[in-house]
């Protein structure tokens, strides 16, 4: 039976899925002396024996992330992973052990170089002979990487019941291609894109209309310990995009607003749109470190 003595760890999903029939563990687990393995193996960068009351492993398997005038499918997997504890009546989110809290996950623009540059807005001859050279060789493929630049924020109450923010991220978007150079980003550390992610409905500016995600389904993997939901969808397109950075290197003056163009950036709240498609698992920290 549970002890009435010890809150459950599993705190938010039994608040808003009673239904779902989660107990509270009943003892302290003993410290794992190896990584997590079985079912629990996907929590390996769960910060174990320290604030953590909650372990966090999410997968967006599908989706699309659309800026300004640019929509990149999701196709390659998107990996979010670490943990939560409450505070303060909320919940906040610790990083993976690693640092790779959020996966640097690249992918394809359709259209390569000639989507994200605007070739009439190049301003000197030599970029422009560059880019003739690229395209004339085949090289147009270009990547867009979402990277994390702070901490998410977290409420795994919301993701449940549909209620406002349930993801908060931080990013910047990152473009390759050997024209755009090694740090071509939309977004920064100092003026990021902020995803207000939702399993509810959102309150975008025109011409942008309210969308619905979904947590999905859920399933009780083990009783007390791990939950799943499967078939998530979390959305945001009420969100602004910044100008491009750093792109063609020391000749960014001359390459940032071809980006911008071809982008349509700056671009305000209610011309972009994030739709993360996947799988949420939540576990509690003391089964995660009694596995074996």
Known sequence: MANPQRPSKLRKPILVLAAASLLVLSAAAPALAGPPTGDFAVFSQCQLKSIVENCIY???????????????????????????????????????????????????????????????????KA???????????????????????????????????????ALSLPVKITLSNPFLGSDCHIGSTTSPIVLNLTTGTTTPDLPNEPVTGTPGDLSVVIPSELIEFSGYELRDNAFAVPTAEGCGGIESSIVDPAVDTALALPSSDGHNNVDLKGTLKVAAEEAVLASE
């Open 58 to 124: 999410a997968q967006a398997t599908s989706g699309e992330l659309q800026i300004g005038k640019d929509t990149v499918p999701i196709t390659h997997t998107i990996t979010l992973q670490g943990g939560s504890y409450a505070v303060g009546g909320g919940e906040e989110f610790v990083g993976a052990v690693d640092g790779e809290t959020l996966s640097r996950t690249s992918q394809s623009v359709p259209g390569g170089l000639p989507a994200v540059v605007a070739y009439g807005s190049l301003s000197t």
């Open 127 to 165: 970029r422009q002979t560059l880019y003739d050279e690229l395209v004339e060789d085949g090289v147009t493929g270009v990547t867009a990487t979402i990277e994390l630049v702070g901490n998410p924020g977290i409420s795994l109450e919301n993701f449940a019941i549909q209620n406002e923010v």
